[in-house]
């Protein structure tokens, strides 16, 4: 009998550390975004808009989709607010960073969360 559990709970652990490295290695998905970001104002993702934070100021951002790849999240915004797209990548557990577009204005921005 203890042989038994031992086996199982040595089973279950290869499971649980088998499942954590796929997860690694799989593609992000647009729920690693969701949440509070902190950078110099506060930067909440939900599932379908940005709402910020910042200099005594909040305004929000609709978003039109999202598309994800193994180490990056593309924002893309809705038309009504630009257009235009952000790219997120170097996920942390608890940092991220925007991908830096000078063409677009887009600065390289470290975030934490909060």
């Known amino acids: 009998m203890v042989t038994l559990i031992g086996r199982a709970v040595g089973l279950a652990s290869i499971f649980v550390?088998?499942?954590?490295?796929?997860?690694?290695?799989?593609?992000?998905?647009?729920?690693?975004?969701?949440?509070?970001?902190?950078?110099?104002?506060?930067?909440?993702f939900e599932p379908s808009r940005l709402v910020v934070w910042k200099n005594g100021e909040q305004w929000a951002l609709r978003i039109e989709k999202v598309e994800t790849g193994d180490d990056w999240i593309n924002v893309i915004w809705d038309p009504r607010d630009g257009g235009k797209s952000t790219v997120y990548g170097e996920f942390g557990s608890t940092r991220m960073v925007q991908k830096g577009n000078p063409n677009e204005g887009l600065p390289r921005r470290e975030f934490r969360r909060c």
């Open 17 to 44: 550390a088998t499942t954590a490295v796929a997860e690694t290695q799989s593609n992000l998905t647009d729920k690693r975004l969701l949440g509070r970001w902190c950078e110099t104002g506060v930067y909440k």
